[in-house]
């Protein structure tokens, strides 16, 4: 198999973006985490392995922000090894197979094309709202409530709501280069109500006003007469749909749950931390005997950033930062808009990630998919240059 996708560097860079394809999919195609783990094993890691060590490591190893990649990697193996835990090291291996394979060996321009952006905001989109039609009409939710789980591997619906707009941010651009004002219209106002009335995520809302606050000071900077009027007519718009939907007790329900114990949940985590050391954690393996408001078990941080501290340590989580950092610099210089992406995936998962390194998982296609887009648009350029 190898040998005949290796006779040519074209269909090497086909074969492993369409084994992304595939392992995409996998999250809204298939019910058990099985077929996206076996699609990863058998597709991405083992050819990945296979051809960076023929390609010499596809010139990740002389890009900066491949180097900060190798050793925010290798830290980990500090952790695994207080740990004695033979299946962090697997998790290491993945995680790196998948980054470096996927900003290495995929086809950079498809993954930046408007045909895959647009294909991937309006399937995520299908899946949504096809799925949400369906529990309406057969009684499993009532017209109004909250549908609270969804099927196949983005069952989590605030991991979902968060995808539906890490996509809008990276089709966005296309619609606007192209003129598209309908179609974009029409995504971000079912995105409004898809997160407020159909799976009703408030850290999806907090997304969303990070997102379209970052549009309106683009906007205001490039366009500033033109775009003044257009926010204001969104904003009187905004301010009439609000005034419609007040009363309805699905609006309501949003704000009766309160914080779901975010906060607390903050403070007892990164207690927990404290007392462990801030240098490496508290391990891989950490569970929390405390309980949120003295009845509730605690099942992970609830913060990506959090969750690297509380279980690998600070250093992973300075090595975190500066990474993101540079990624998102170099998105910025190279006006990438995988980097929006990453952005706005960030800033929600300040409330609902946790462990980055594992198994895949629903933080793979959220953060790791766009940061090795950005570390592999880095390395075309240089490979053009």
């Keep these: 198999m190898f040998e005949g996708i290796g006779n040519d560097n074209r269909t090497s860079r086909r074969y492993f973006s369409a084994a992304l394809i595939a392992f995409l999919a996998s999250f809204v195609l298939m019910a058990s985490s099985k077929w996206t783990n076996n699609i990863f094993y058998a597709f991405i890691a083992l050819p990945g392995l296979v051809f960076l060590v023929k390609e010499r490591g596809a010139g990740l190893f002389g890009d900066k922000l491949g180097l900060a990649w190798l050793v925010f990697l290798l830290w980990f193996l500090v952790p695994a090894v207080i740990a004695g835990d033979g299946q962090f090291y697997k998790h290491i291996a993945y995680v790196t197979l998948f980054v470096f394979a996927v900003a290495g060996l995929t086809n950079q321009g498809f993954f930046r094309s408007e045909v895959f952006a647009r294909a991937l905001f309006w399937i995520i ?73 159909v799976l009703q995520t408030r850290t999806a809302m907090v997304g969303a006003a990070f997102l379209f606050a970052a549009w309106a000071c683009w906007a205001l900077w490039r366009f500033p007469r033109v775009a003044g009027s257009w926010l204001l007519v969104f904003a009187v718009l905004g301010g009439i749909a609000l005034w419609l939907v007040k009363d309805m007790a699905w609006f309501h329900s949003l704000f009766e749950r309160g914080d779901s114990y975010r906060g607390e949940l903050f403070h007892v985590m990164v207690g927990e931390w404290q007392n462990c050391g801030w240098m490496v954690g508290c391990g891989v393996e950490f569970h929390t005997d405390k309980l949120l408001s003295g009845f509730m078990p605690i099942q992970h941080p609830h913060n990506i950033f959090v969750a690297l501290g509380l279980y690998t340590g600070g250093v992973s989580l300075v090595l975190f930062l500066v990474i993101v950092a540079m990624t998102l610099v170099q998105a910025l210089r190279l006006r990438d808009p995988w980097g929006m992406y990453l952005a706005c995936a960030l800033v929600m998962l300040n409330f609902d990630g946790s462990k980055l390194i594992g198994n895949p998982d629903e933080l793979w296609p959220l953060v790791l998919l766009p940061a090795a887009m950005v570390l592999g648009r880095g390395l075309q350029q240089r490979r053009s240059n």
């Design 125 to 197: 989109c299908l899946y949504i709202f096809g799925y949400s039609a369906f529990a309406y009409l057969t009684g499993i939710y009532a017209l109004g409530e909250r549908v609270s789980l969804m099927p196949a591997r983005m069952q989590n619906v605030i991991y979902t709501s968060i995808w539906l707009l890490c996509a809008l941010a990276l089709a966005m651009p296309g619609w606007l280069h192209r003129r598209r004002w309908i179609e974009a219209f029409a995504a971000v106002a079912l995105s409004v109500v898809a997160i407020t009335f």
